[in-house]
């Protein structure tokens, strides 16, 4: 900041250099001392100089280099009814503005937003990004939010304008019937709504706001956790394909651990029996299949499976009022003809052996009984 001292009690020499990244409005310090009549008044790129007199605004200047007459003063010569030749020094307070951008402002939602999404149902929302500012009307805010204050930074008015920004971001992501799941793909046009939203509560303090971006759209932790298992599974794909490599790779794990000893294989061998149990209670669960109880457990929800089925029928042969057997399926060929009574288990009564289908293959390389001789 510099400012001259010339001539005495008057100032000549109007000028502000800003060394700070965060100042949007300072006050031209004139310790009580009054502006000269054609004074130089230097306005850099990026500044606005407002001249307030006696509490009401009057001249803005855009960047240049100006003196100070009555000819480039209409305002403050209309409220000082000077004369035009006028030459007398005068005083007023000169507010220097920063019209340049202030970029990289943070903001983000500090509850989650509520909503209602296509697919997931009732949903909370979190998000963050950034925005900039830029003053567009320098007396509305002046009038509207600095005041008299001579030291205006950004941080006084940060978080006022993040509390808009996150109220029209949680307006417009409820209303936008995006599923969350594709809002990353659309935080453009999002970003965009929200601008437009915002910019009339922006442009009555005289401010615009030429950047939004949202940056990020989570989900809570727990629902991320759900879609990441679903999205698991999904990979997976084959769950009998993947339980078989599950158990190759345990096996492969225990050979490698036997290095480490007895101990060491054993507590692999345990380790890969156990992984392949859970893996084969995870392809029945998914194949709709119950899963096996763990040994030695009762199961309350589902009976024992019954006991395997004989490898092969048992017969029983009836000659002359006896029974012999019982006899294997595959031992009859040897002790039965086709009249031959036989009875299994299951069997309502005793039946001739040709006339059961289960042993009509025994007799298919058999011959016929032979005819009875001609007289």
């Known amino acids: 900041m510099v400012f001259s001292f010339l001539k005495g009690q008057f100032i000549d020499v109007i000028e502000w250099t800003d060394d700070t990244r ?18 130089k008044l230097t306005v850099r790129e990026g500044q606005l100089a407002v001249f307030v007199h006696e509490g009401q605004l009057a001249d803005v200047f855009d960047p240049g280099m100006y003196q100070l007459e009555t000819n480039n003063m209409p305002l403050m010569t209309a409220l000082q009814h000077w004369d035009h030749g006028f030459n007398s020094p005068f005083k007023s307070e000169i507010y220097f503005i920063n019209t340049r951008r202030f970029a990289g402002l943070k903001w983000g939602t500090q509850n989650p937003i509520m909503l209602r999404d296509p697919e997931f149902g009732p949903l909370r929302l979190r998000a963050f990004g950034s925005y900039a500012i830029r003053v567009a009307d320098p007396v509305a805010f002046m009038r509207e939010i600095v005041g008299t204050d001579g030291d205006f ?87 009998n394909k993947f339980t078989q490599f599950s158990a190759a790779q345990a096996m492969q794990n225990a050979a490698e651990g036997g290095e480490g000893g007895m101990g060491a294989g054993l507590g692999a061998g345990m380790g890969m029996g156990m992984g392949m149990g859970m893996a084969q209670s995870m392809g029945q669960a998914m194949s709709g299949q119950p899963a096996a109880a763990p040994s030695g457990a009762p199961s309350a929800a589902t009976p024992p499976p019954p006991p395997p089925p004989a490898s092969e029928p048992m017969w029983h042969i009836a000659e002359n009022g006896q029974t012999r057997g019982p006899f294997a399926q595959s031992q009859l060929a040897s002790q039965i003809t086709r009249d031959t009574l036989v009875w299994t288990e299951g069997q309502s009564g005793w039946k001739k052996a040709g006339d059961i289908p289960a042993l009509a293959q025994l007799f298919a390389s058999m011959p016929p009984p032979p005819p009875p001789p001609v007289g």
């Open 22 to 39: 965060n100042t949007m409005v300072y006050r031209f310090e004139r310790y009580g001392n009054s502006i000269m009549y054609g004074a």
């Open 153 to 239: 930074t950004q941080e006084k008015i940060a978080g006022q304008i993040r509390n808009i920004v996150v109220q029209k971001v949680s307006r417009v992501l409820a209303a936008s019937g995006i599923p969350a799941l594709d809002m990353a793909a659309n935080t453009k046009d999002l970003s965009d709504m929200v601008g437009k939203a915002i910019a009339p509560t922006l442009a009555e303090y005289g401010l615009e706001m030429p950047e939004l971006y949202i940056e990020n759209i989570s989900l809570p932790p727990e629902v991320e956790k759900v879609l990441d298992q679903r999205t698991s599974m999904g990979i997976v794909g084959d769950l």
